[in-house]
């Protein structure tokens, strides 16, 4: 199962993190975009662009960390170029043995869930016993507020077609307990509830590990509620975003792993993709050199993790 390729390859390589990439074209080294926008400015030479950035990071990174999340946000921005910068990104990063994170967030009623769960996850029917998939990814994030009926149909999928997800349950932003922090009649936090019904919705697909494919997107922004969630969350896996740019730390993030270190995959996109920008690595590395600041940053990071996880013992 597909969940069990992620902890396999994280506990392979030592790294329970993930690399976002959420490239916008400020990111670019000029030298990069030099060269695309040499014949002309628009959307085609802008995604052309971003996917040689998105290469050279996944080349950078490939060996030494588990998993790539894509932000389409940043994809959608260039319309149809966009997508297809989304999706060429995807499958190079599947070249390089990455597990690939679509971070889409997608949800509706459940006939049109069903539609976003077959572009996503299953395949698009063409023709007669023609079908092909839309996107190459291995776990997309969803958004739980529709209820069951707009989450069976992805977890249909993940059974179908061995793919997992990450569903909302406590985001990192700061106004997410606006909404997620309110306490209902019977004592409970709504993120608490939304936890409870993650664990439901993820039972029958669990793998040799004890977790399941249906997983939950908690920030480390909420190290408190990060460590409630773990301890009612026994079979879900977290993805865990918040780390650098958002200000989380090493010891913010610990309470998200279980007793073996597993339950929990970080996230860091910003303070990876624009570590040549950073005062840490601006002065070691030329703008040429991004990816090679992209790896020593996520080798820090890996570290960091590491040693908080070691002084937690
Ligand atoms: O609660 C959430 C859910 C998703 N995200 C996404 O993770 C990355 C974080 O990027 P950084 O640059 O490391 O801050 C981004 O794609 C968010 O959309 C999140 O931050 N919090």
Redesign the pocket.
């Known amino acids: 199962m597909i969940i069990d390729k992620l902890i396999e390859t994280s506990v392979a390589k030592q790294n329970p993190t993930v690399i ?1 990439l ?1 490239t916008r074209i400020e990111y670019v080294p000029e030298h990069i975009k030099r060269r695309y926008f040499a014949s002309g400015i628009d959307m085609k030479m802008a995604c052309e662009a971003i996917l040689e950035f998105n290469r050279s990071i996944i080349d950078a990174v490939y060996d030494i960390v588990p998993a790539v ?1 894509i ?1 389409m ?1 940043y994809y959608e921005m260039y319309g149809f170029y966009g997508i297809k910068c989304f999706n060429d990104t995807a499958r190079y990063a599947k070249s390089k043995g990455l597990i690939v994170i679509g ?1 889409v967030k997608r949800n509706d009623i459940g006939a049109t869930a069903q539609a976003y769960a077959t572009a996503y996850l299953g395949q698009t029917f063409i023709d007669d016993g023609v079908a092909q998939n839309a996107f190459d990814v291995d776990f997309i ?1 969803v958004n739980p507020y529709l209820g069951f009926d707009g989450i069976k149909p992805f977890v249909d999928a993940c059974k179908a077609y061995d793919k997992g997800l990450f569903i ?1 349950v406590k ?3 700061p106004s ?1 307990g606006q909404v997620q922090d309110v306490v209902t009649r019977d004592g409970k936090s709504i993120y608490q509830i939304v936890g409870q019904l993650v664990e439901e919705w993820g039972q029958d697909v669990i793998g040799q590990f004890g977790y399941s494919a249906v997983g939950a ?1 908690v ?1 480390a922004t909420y190290p408190e509620q990060l460590l409630r969630l773990r301890q009612d969350m026994k079979h879900t896996y977290f993805l865990v ?6 200000g989380a730390s090493a010891e913010d993030i610990i309470n998200g792993f279980d007793e073996h270190g597993l339950g929990a995959i970080v ?5 990876i993709i624009c570590a040549y920008k950073s005062d840490k690595w601006s002065k070691a590395f030329k703008p040429e050199e991004f990816y090679q600041a992209a790896r020593c940053e996520a080798i820090d990071m890996r570290n960091d993790i590491a040693t908080a996880m070691i002084m937690k013992r």
Do not use: E, F, I, M
């Not at 975003?241 to 958002?246: E, F, H, K, S, W």
């Not at 996230?267 to 303070?271: E, G, I, K, L, T």
């Open positions: 976002g959420d999340k932000q946000a971070d994030t909302l985001t990192s932003n997410s997107v920030g975003p918040g780390y650098g740019a958002q996230n860091a996109s910003r303070s």
